[in-house]
């Protein structure tokens, strides 16, 4: 076999070689999967599924003159991420005693809004979110930005998008497409939006397959078939 043919052969693999694992992992933040007391306020909390580890962090938000999102330091201590006490599960978030435990949007210059930053350890397409006291009633929508980049702004059932859809008859589910990266931002703002979040459904982006394969495999066959050539 000569090196045309070989390199031949491998290039007609190349679209085979593809890791595909893009099944789908659930993350179902109740107190028992994140692993803390239900009903309690968290620095941050983490929890893994379908090989996938997610930190989720809470944070205050507000814009910069180019309508990018701020982060405030990560709210800690008496302020944080508020794990419900209910088995179904629910993330909320405390920025001030007094301002409840749901995600919610501000209104002043001391009410900011809050948003809960999910980071992924590798790529992830997001799949849906289920949302917890978001409600057509009271006029809640969400924003999410993703790996820093705005990609959805105050958007609920009502509003049209290719990259997001309500799921029938709940408003508070949504199915997303294209959207991929490692760290999620969902957020609230305005003084009439106020919920939380149940849960979120993930894959891992297919990678490319052993690259070192290529790079160590590769050299060795072209090694041995300049070997034959000269023999």
Partial sequence: MNKKTIMKSLISLLPVLVINTASAAVFNFNYTNLGVTGGSINDSVSMTSGGINVNVQAYTITLDTNGDVV???????SNGIYVSSSTSGNLGVVSDPS???NMDGGNSSTDLDEGLLFTFDQVISLNYINFDS???SAGDDFNLTVDGVNILTDFNANDISPLATGVP???DEYTFNNVAGTQILIWADGDTDSFRIDTINASVVPIPAAAWLFGSGLLGLVAVARRKDKS
């Fill in 99 to 101: 301002d409840g435990t």
């Fill in 169 to 171: 008859g709940q408003f």
């Fill in 134 to 136: 978001f409600t057509s």
């Fill in 71 to 77: 982060l405030s330091t990560a709210l800690t201590g």
